[in-house]
């Protein structure tokens, strides 16, 4: 179950680097400004459905993702076009079945800041799907840089690196959990216009923690602003963990 955890969150949080860029890198913008253009790319829609290729770790599976914005993420694990897993994301809680295990598991987002040690909530996941940076809170200021916009922000506990391209896209993000001595990277490349939404194909994170995670997120179809319906029902005979 842990795979599909480990899965689920970097689905979320791996997004893409632009491939061709078009826009003209301007030096010396303050951070503000670079976050507010970035925030004027945040995708907009009403709903998604969407098939992704995702290797973890040197094991391949299909996970097909259903969205309604502000309601409900939904997530279908499969291997061999057999369904592992199905996970349900709402405002207020996630709930998992587990067919492998024959297990329900109810959770709120207090499991993944025990499982993930990050803070999480349904709008952070929405901004992760979106491929948008999260974590944002607090005072940025501009790394000199010629190419890219960069963005640092340092505390004693966490120093976070943004990383923006010219078409204030994001280009990837740099967490560092200086006192646990975890670290994860968010990179993201391939976007593409999708019903006149700018959206990331490709997408790739690494986690370093106690457990090391390396994932490769291919976007195989996307559609978008369509009506949307993902059925989640338990199994009477299934046992409920909580």
């Not at 997004?15 to 995708?43: I, N, W, Y």
């Not at 709008?123 to 960069?150: C, K, N, R």
């Amino acid at each position: 179950m842990k795979k599909y955890w480990v899965g689920f969150f970097i689905l979320l949080a791996a997004c893409s680097r632009l491939t061709v860029v078009s826009g003209k890198f301007q030096p010396g913008l303050a951070a503000e400004t670079v976050l507010d253009e970035l925030s004027k790319q945040h995708p907009a829609y009403s709903s998604m459905n969407a098939k992704t290729k995702v290797n973890l770790e040197g094991s391949d599976f299909t996970v097909f993702i259903t969205a309604k914005t502000d309601d409900y993420i939904g997530f279908s694990f499969r291997l061999l076009g057999l369904e592992g897993a199905r996970i349900k994301a709402t405002q207020d809680s996630i709930f998992i079945i587990d067919r492998l295990r024959k297990q329900y598991l109810p959770r709120d987002y207090s499991y993944f800041n025990d499982q993930f040690g990050v803070e999480m909530d349904f709008q952070t996941l929405q901004d992760l799907l979106a491929g948008m940076p999260v974590w944002t809170e607090g005072s940025w200021f501009p790394i000199e840089d010629d190419s890219l916009y960069h963005l640092r922000q340092t505390s004693p506990a966490l120093n976070k690196d943004l990383y923006i391209n010219p078409n204030f896209l994001m280009d990837r993000q740099i967490l560092q959990d200086l006192a646990n001595n975890r670290s994860v990277q968010i990179v993201n490349y391939n976007y593409k216009k999708v019903d006149n939404t700018t959206f990331s194909h490709t997408r790739h994170l690494s986690v370093n923690a106690v457990d090391n995670y390396a994932i490769e997120v291919d976007w195989a179809s996307l559609t978008l602003n369509e009506e949307v319906d993902f059925a989640f029902s338990v199994n009477s005979k299934y046992e409920v963990v909580r």
